[in-house]
Nanobody, 124 residues
Framework: QVQLVESGGGLVQAGGSLRLSCAAS????????MAWFRQAPGKEHEFVGS??????FYSESVKGRFTISRDNAKNTVYLQMNSLKPEDTAVYYC???????????????????WGQGTQATVSS
């Protein structure tokens, strides 16, 4: 059973940066497709990006601003968020599923394990 714990959320001004962390236990992050989703108030979960076999995928809304990386030694995945906008305000979730080759999985029901989420708030 994989357990995921996010951290690093907070309040930042527009244009600022945050780095979120997702620490995994019960499985190695290199064996899983690790994704970040977010949910803004009143909205559905939105795919942010993922990393699988060292390859990263991003949604168009964050491409060029957000970067996903992985530290196998720490069994942790990171989401570096730069040039933040108020519309990036959301609860950010880390998710995992066994890694398979193929196109990026971008929907919530394709992931088996979830963290509790961390709030990121961007003020204008």
């Amino acid at each position: 059973q994989v357990q995921l714990v996010e951290s690093g959320g907070g309040l930042v001004q527009a244009g600022g940066s945050l780095r979120l962390s997702c620490a995994a236990s019960g499985g190695t992050v290199s064996s899983y497709a690790m994704a970040w989703f977010r949910q803004a108030p009143g909205k559905e979960h939105e795919f942010v990006g993922s990393i699988v076999f060292g390859i990263t995928f991003y949604s168009e809304s964050v491409k060029g601003r957000f970067t996903i990386s992985r530290d196998n030694a720490k069994n942790t995945v990171y989401l570096q968020m730069n040039s933040l906008k108020p519309e990036d305000t959301a609860v950010y979730y880390c998710a995992a599923r066994p890694a398979v080759y193929g196109p990026a999985r971008k929907t919530r029901n394709e992931y088996d394990y979830w963290g509790q989420g961390t709030q990121a708030t961007v003020s204008s």
